[in-house]
């Protein structure tokens, strides 16, 4: 989608949203962020994007409200974990990253094969 997902790692990590593709007719078309917003204390949509961060369309974000409200939205809770206190996993940042230094043919000197907050946050 070459969009900036790669900024959401940590928020991600740390239960502060959820991120979702979303197809139409097999094809993706944009990504859905799903998070609490402003304060609210029930979910929302925090970004609908197309291709390249775009705006998506209306009927887009119509059909992903209708999607988002379909779940019983008061009965969910999320409980947000301290920012920088999840432990980076070796074995799963491996597993994540494998595909693109093989794709690759390389590993690059800002995505090393061991993980670590800095390199985290550098994403």
């Known amino acids: 989608m070459k969009n900036c997902l790669r900024t959401y790692g ?39 994007k197309g291709p390249g961060n775009t705006m998506a369309p209306r009927e887009l974000w119509w059909a992903a409200r209708r999607w988002l409200h379909s779940h019983d939205l008061p009965q969910i809770e999320v409980e947000r974990r301290k920012w920088d206190s999840v432990k980076l996993d070796r074995a799963n940042w491996t597993s994540l990253w494998r595909p693109y230094w093989l794709a690759k043919r390389h590993i690059p000197e800002w995505l090393p094969i061991t993980p670590s907050r800095d390199v985290f946050h550098a994403l």
């Open 10 to 48: 940590s928020s991600l990590a740390h239960d502060y949203a959820r991120l979702w593709t979303v197809r139409r007719d097999g094809e993706r078309v944009a990504t859905l962020k799903v998070a609490f917003w402003r304060g609210d204390p029930l979910l929302n949509i925090a970004e609908l």
